[in-house]
């Protein structure tokens, strides 16, 4: 490992110790601070994982996407790299709110999963992510390994939209998304704070293993001894 | 579309069904298989006659699942064994059209599958349907339904081709990105075969056209990426 | 208590929820879930040594 990849910048540290910070206290106001829901009661408290895992994944996928169209404009293999580490860290977003969603499925609904489209699409797109990175294992050149994981990496978020408006604009048995206007003002604090910690600890994340693969691909691109 | 665009886009479609026809074998085992799949999936199932026309529907769709997935690692293979891809692409030949020409030669395989697979359906599953216009209905959601599969499948044919274990890759690629399609699919071919007091085949019918119109129009776009030199 | 035996998670959850009042159970093992989660990811990408 080269001397400049040990040296962690200052601006990782900020935004780890923020994220961090806003955990701890978005926790504490969920599961102490905020009342329980009138209908659910304290199982409710569950949202204050669920929903910002669920969110976080979406926007680590459109970050995937984004990136993805990047590369495929300029070639650079940092945006690549980006794009790499945004779909890894969404993916283990999405399976944290798949979990937790079933979590709390089983004592609001009875069962610990339903074919409801919002499930059936956020499962769906959990699939599609672990097949971006099962083609980028499948591809040995670097090179057709950046364009084709682009290229996949914006299919798949055709499914972005799926996921987010499903429960809208289909029958669903979930309720519809959670935003700030649907949900009451002590609620919606913990939920603003853990969703921004959850923010900042995805920016760290997707950072941080950025920076392997980058390391990854500078070890590759360098020819062994001779 | 301009008019070279055009000419290619032609010329890749015909010479595609030609090669299909010239090696009707691979055709006809296609069209064994699909035809044991639907087999095999009443016999998973149990002889329950009720149960069949019920989900007539899904067993047609996932008989042409399977089968789209070995014609798509077929349509590259001609290619790939004779280094051909490059060939058409160092031509003048615009990417964009060859993924059109190769998407369309797929989609109309897997319609003439679909047409083959739809009368076997309906006398395996015992599904009726009323006189000619309600088969026409039929064969279109078929139609809207494999144009959809094709339009994705053939771009990740392209990658898997050229991958390593090309063909666990293709369904794995594939699989997730056409689940809506099969769901919208399969709904709509259950309505149109039971009939749709409510109305609603035509919100899974629009599902179906915006599925082809984004997967078409980023397979498009995207082909020249997939193929670059 | 009808408990679902077949998964350890599930028994987990109902014992949990048995021990605690209300759903508790549920509650706590979400967010340990979820804490764990993206303490074990974090952890793995520190612990994580690029190839070579």
Do not use: C
């Amino acid at each position: 490992m080269s001397a400049e990849s040990t040296k962690r910048p200052l601006g990782q540290w900020l935004v780890l110790g923020t994220g961090v910070t806003l955990l701890g206290l978005g926790e504490y106001l969920g599961l102490f601070w905020a009342p329980p829901e009138m209908a659910m009661g304290d199982v409710m408290r569950i949202i204050y994982v669920h929903v910002p895992s669920g969110w976080l994944a979406l926007v680590a996928f459109l970050s995937t996407a984004i990136f993805s169209g990047l590369y495929l404009r300029t070639k650079t293999p940092r945006y690549d790299h980006i794009a790499d580490a945004s779909a890894k860290t969404g993916t283990v977003f999405n399976a944290m709110s798949l979990a937790t969603g079933m979590i709390w499925a089983k004592p609001t609904w009875g069962v610990w999963w339903s074919w409801d489209p919002r499930l059936s699409f956020t499962l769906i797109m959990f699939l599609l992510y672990v097949a971006y990175s099962a083609l980028r294992r499948f591809v040995d050149d670097t090179e057709s390994r950046a364009r084709w994981a682009a290229v996949y990496g914006i299919f798949a978020s055709v499914s972005l939209p799926l996921v987010y408006y499903s429960a809208n604009w289909f029958r669903s048995l979930h309720q519809p998304h959670s935003t700030p206007q649907t949900v009451d003002a002590s609620m919606k604090l913990p939920l603003r704070i853990n969703a921004f910690a959850f923010l900042f600890l995805m920016i760290w994340f997707i950072w941080r293993r950025y920076e392997l693969l980058r390391a990854d691909a500078a070890h590759e691109s360098t020819p062994p001894p001779a | 579309m301009n008019a070279t665009l055009f000419a290619t886009l032609v010329a890749i479609v015909k010479k595609d069904l030609l090669i299909e026809w010239r090696t009707r074998a691979r055709l006809s085992a296609l069209v064994f298989f699909s035809v044991a799949a639907l087999l095999m999936f009443s016999f998973a199932l149990g002889a329950d006659i009720q149960t069949m026309r019920d989900h007539a529907g899904g067993y047609l769709w996932l008989g042409l699942l399977f089968a789209s997935v070995l014609a798509l690692s077929e349509a590259f293979r001609v290619e790939a064994e004779n280094r051909a891809l490059e060939a058409v692409l160092l031509t003048p030949a615009d990417a964009r059209a060859v993924y059109l020409g190769k998407a369309l030669a797929n989609a109309l395989l897997l319609l003439l599958l679909g047409a083959l697979l739809v009368p076997m359906m309906l006398v395996l599953y015992d599904v009726g349907l009323d006189g000619p216009l309600h088969a026409l209905r039929l064969l279109a959601v078929v139609a809207l339904g494999v144009f959809a599969i094709s339009a994705p499948g053939t771009l990740l044919a392209a990658i898997s081709t050229n991958a390593k274990s090309k063909d666990l890759l293709l369904p794995v690629l594939l699989f997730p990105l056409l689940v809506p399609v099969l769901l919208a699919a399969v709904k709509a071919t259950a309505l149109v075969i039971a009939g749709d007091p409510m109305g609603d085949a035509f919100t899974w019918l629009s599902l179906l056209v915006a599925f082809n119109v984004v997967y078409w129009a980023l397979g498009f776009l995207l082909f020249p990426s997939v193929v670059d030199e | 208590m009808v408990a679902q035996p077949y998964t350890l998670l599930g028994a987990a959850a109902e014992v949990g929820s048995g021990v605690l009042e209300g759903h508790w159970g549920f509650v706590w093992a979400a967010h340990a879930l979820g804490l764990a989660t993206l303490l074990g990811y974090g952890l793995y990408l520190v612990v994580k040594k690029p190839k070579g």
